[in-house]
């Protein structure tokens, strides 16, 4: 599906890409198609520029761009020994790492990434906002692909068990025939859990937000933005 990154019009984006510009060097771990590095370079990023994803295919499309470096893996599989100023997981990817062992380990791994001081950004959805009680088919959404074929998506939530969300999301034609059915796991940790496995990776939370104009975490906030420091 088309997800173009574009920082004049998300201000999810514009985090990402105001910190991405001011870093030497970044790791994107998550990367996908790599929207957020490839127009890091075009926007005049002189530095190193890593991408790393599980998907072949995301990562296939990613390599159109050259001067950036692409890896196959995942956050575990980061092996790098502290190069990077600045790790990020942008679009809830975090919220994917769901039991504790991988957590630990995509810990682990993105932390010796880093240089010593270097920063790791990312963000989950607050579990106080449960923004699973709108995954339903009566909020579809029409979209286009990549090969401009008019589609509908929905999410239907299976199970709620703790902080694991286990839901289906449906992609279709606009006719209701149905293409793919793709089942995810998503982990939603409170604050005071999401940064007891900092601490016991190594990182100290340097700035955390409520949301993408850099307000406090609030009663009212809908995300946990996080940026923390390799100690």
Avoid: K
Avoid at 19 to 32: I, K, N, Q, T
Avoid at 185 to 212: C, H, I, K, N, Q
């Amino acid at each position: 599906m088309t997800n173009p990154w574009d920082p004049d019009r998300y201000a999810s984006d514009r985090f990402y890409h105001d910190l991405v510009m001011a870093a030497d060097s970044v790791l994107d771990v998550g990367c996908g198609t790599g929207g957020m590095l490839r127009l890091a370079r075009e926007s005049g990023h002189a530095g190193r520029l890593t991408g790393i994803d599980p998907y072949v295919a995301a990562l296939d499309r990613a390599r159109r761009r050259t001067d950036v470096e692409w890896c196959v893996g995942t956050a575990a599989d980061a092996a790098w020994d502290g190069v990077f100023e600045l790790a990020t997981m942008t679009s809830h990817a975090f919220q994917f790492l769901v039991g504790d062992a991988e957590l630990r380990a995509s810990l682990a791994a993105v932390r010796g990434s880093l240089l010593p001081g270097g920063r790791f950004a990312f963000e989950t959805r607050h579990p106080q906002a449960r923004a699973w009680l709108d995954w339903n088919p009566s909020r579809a959404e029409d979209l286009v692909d990549a090969r401009r074929r008019p589609l509908r998506s929905w999410y239907e939530v299976e199970s709620v068990a703790g902080d694991v969300v286990t839901f289906t999301g449906t992609t279709a034609e606009r006719d209701g025939t149905v293409l793919r059915v793709d089942r995810t796991r998503l982990r939603f940790l409170s604050e005071p859990a999401l940064d007891a496995y900092l601490v016991a990776a190594g990182f100290t939370v340097d700035a955390r937000y409520g949301d993408w104009g850099g307000g406090p975490v609030t009663a009212a906030s809908t995300e946990i933005v996080t940026v923390a420091r390799r100690l």
